[in-house]
């Protein structure tokens, strides 16, 4: 290559060897046309003006204009001395106005520089030193001053870390007069709703002295608190809302709509809390943990819905409403786990998959809320639908339209964020509004959810009060003498109101002290088996009348109660004692009495209530003196542990066994875990000139 | 305690080569389970003449349980067109079922094998 260069210079010279004054003819050409090339190339080049600011004083002035730009990272473009001229080694010129992705770098996620010449001198009389407020750079930076570093904001790669939604920051430039102003700074990738118009100053810097810069930082903050009364009064009320809800909830448990209510109020808060009010959480974490908040805050919406809307009793509907919840929060856990990592392309695919997923499930509230609106709810269940419908449908169209937004260049999801007015410098978008009325339809519809809940638990309770009123009515009080016999009876109610009976009717005008005893269970509980017990207990004494025999006392009743028991029975057991010690037994359905420790033969009959004409048989057994003859109800047989395990026939023969009184037998199996009311009688027949003798044990009135 | 009632349905034959139907219950069984036991019985088939009820995965029956059973059998008593037996049962439960009377309207068995061999 050179000998060819020295080849064609000969052959110049040769050309331009005949005269001298063509030769500097050819020299002066030759330095024209020199001039005219460096000429072009410093107009491809342009050197970056210098900003002048002088003579600054006690305010701040914006660092705006032209900064020199470039992509990618190289630690030596913090050199003061880097030519770093528009159009050399790719350095351009961008404003500081807006983010890089709005000038021509749409999308671009990554390392890029900013670099401006600066003179500054201040005012007479003014503090030497200058500072610098930045309001915000996207995301991370390092400021240098004429290539020293002087200040930075969040961590580089590879271990990069920033706050949500950081306020403006300060850098002292100390007596700084003329240099450069390097900034490197890091733009973390994509996530699925950003535009692609992001990266680097969303404002220019200012400078000013220390003091006015700190006083621009307080303005700023200042403003940003005013402009933010109205979210913070909202966090408050909605706080309080979720408070009292839960406080309401954890009085009642039955109350899931309050639970309901403090949930989607809670997550309200908490995402306030988390992305609002900049506090220290790292960008990651608060995206992160954001997801699954607003997924708990939909899955609390589509429950209070149900619960508001009357939709509780479509079990379908309730399922899929739970599958769905499971999805949603599945789906928002695992986006909120990408969101706490730096982001690869599969895992940006990843990102926009899991949010298409619960965007869909967005639009289950409107679906609930048109099949409410079907059960015609009243004003204040209409004003939930309207609202949750038109909250959520915003909410919807700004979400599905920002997503992939840097792709489809739509517009829409920001212009929806625009406010439609302002109150003392307080911004009220249309989603602010809707979700405003919404929370308050809410507020307004569970308070008359829970009151005409508490008037109707509060009748249902007068109603078991009265049961339990009416069963121990019931239940004899005093137990007449029994000739030739000791007499001892425990009842012992469950927590509900069941359907034990027992009754002891002396048979009139009988030459042999007879006595009736009728003892039984009526299926089911509350004030419906009080009521039953109530017929059976008249119709038995009535019968008693007329008849001694037990099989036509069964037989009377049964025809009493056949068709009066809506699917249920009564089990019962009717037997004349005589004084002689004859027993006579007919038993309905009933558990079979013990006779010691044995139980007595006794056939196996459905219970009262079931069949039209049921026949019953008579079994007689006769008590030789010191029997033990128990009767009882299935709450002593199938009394059960936590585990589940029963009391059963083997440990009642053990008990009977050791002849108990009907207290002891009853404490047994309390002991052993009562889950339904327990009636005991026995009967121990004494010996010929023992006293008769009785002991009752009755619930506490 | 009050666990869900469960109710499956299965064919199987009888050692007669009859065609068996089979409702099989889990959990606890107390009026609540009443709509699941009834909405099973009703659902089957009007061709269906054998039916056996397995009760081998069922711990516990209230008395309100019991009368939803009683309910089933007299309903299939009264149609006369349908043979149902039980299987399965603990001996307590065996007991209680023939204390009112069940014994009478579906013989008890205390295992499928044993209700197919009979069946």
Known sequence: MRKRNETQRQKLRNSCLPSGWVRWFCTIGLLALGMMAVSTLASAEQKPESLVIDGLGKGTAALNGPWQF?????????????????????????????????????????????????????????????????????????????????????????????????????????????????????????????????????????????EAIAAELATSNYKWLHARQYTFAEAIFTALVAILSFIGWLRNREQRVLLWMAVFCGSWV??????????????????GTLQPILGLRDIALWFLLIELLQLKDNRRLVRFTWALATLTIVSTSLDGLLSAVTMSYAEQIADGVLTVIFTVAELYAPVLVFLGLRRRPDHARWMVAVFAFLSQMIFVVR??????????HWKLADKIDLPLFTIDGNPFTASTIFRLLLLLSIVYAVFRHAREEFRR??????????????????????????????????????????????????????????????????????????????????AARTLADFSSQPAEILAGLNRRLH??????????????????????????????PFLNHEEIASPGMLPLGVTANAIYE?????????????????????????AGELFGFERLQALFTGHPNAEQATEAAVNFGQQDDITVLTLTRLAAGEEASTQLTAPAA | MQATTRVTQRAATADSGSAVTILSFSGDISSASKEAILAAYHGLDGSVSKVLLDFTGVEYINSSGIAIFIQVLLESSKSGSRTIAIFGLSPHFQKVFTMVGINKYAALYSDESAAKSAL
């Open chain 1, 563 to 592: 068709g009066r028991l809506k699917g249920g029975f009564v089990t019962c057991l009717v037997l004349r004692l005589d004084s002689d010690g004859t027993c006579v037994v007919a038993n309905a359905g009933h558990p079979t």
């Open chain 1, 457 to 538: 638990q509060h009748a249902v309770e007068q109603d078991l009060l009265g049961a339990q009123e009416l069963q121990r009515v019931l239940i004899p009080d005093a137990l007449p003498s029994l000739p030739g016999f000791s007499l001892t009876s425990a009842y012992r109610p469950a927590q509900e109101v069941g359907g034990d009976f027992f009754q002891i009717i002396p048979v009139e005008d009988d030459s042999l002290d007879s006595t009736l005893v009728v003892l039984g269970d009526v299926s089911g509980k509350g004030l419906r088996a009080a009521m039953a017990v109530s017929l059976i207990v008249g």
């Open chain 1, 270 to 287: 908490g995402s306030t809390v988390l992305v609002g009010l900049r506090l220290p959480f790292s960008f990651n974490f608060a995206l």
């Open chain 1, 70 to 210: 470039h992509l990618g990272d190289d630690p030596v473009w913090a050199s003061p001395a880097l030519d770093d001229a528009t159009g050399h080694s790719g350095w351009e010129q961008l404003t500081a106005d807006k983010p890089w992705g709005a000038q021509g770098h749409l999308a671009y996620a990554g390392y890029a520089w900013y670099r401006r010449h600066v003179h500054l001198s201040p005012a007479f009389g003014v503090s030497p030193e200058f500072a610098l407020l930045n309001r915000r750079i996207e995301d991370v930076y390092e400021i240098y001053w004429n290539g020293t570093l002087i200040g930075r904001y969040g961590e580089m790669p590879p271990n990069p870390s920033f706050r949500y939604g950081a306020g403006a920051q300060t850098v002292s430039l100390g007596q700084a007069r003329d240099g450069v102003l390097a900034i490197r700074v890091w733009k973390q990738p994509l996530v699925s709703f950003d535009s692609g118009e992001q990266g680097g100053f969303t404002a220019p810097p200012e400078v000013g002295s220390p």
């Open chain 1, 399 to 408: 979400i599905a339209l920002s997503q992939g937004s840097r792709f489809t």
């Open chain 1, 618 to 642: 008579e079994t007689t057994v006769h008590l030789e003196p010191g029997d033990h003859f128990v009767l009882y109800t299935d709450g002593l047989l199938e009394a059960r542990t936590p």
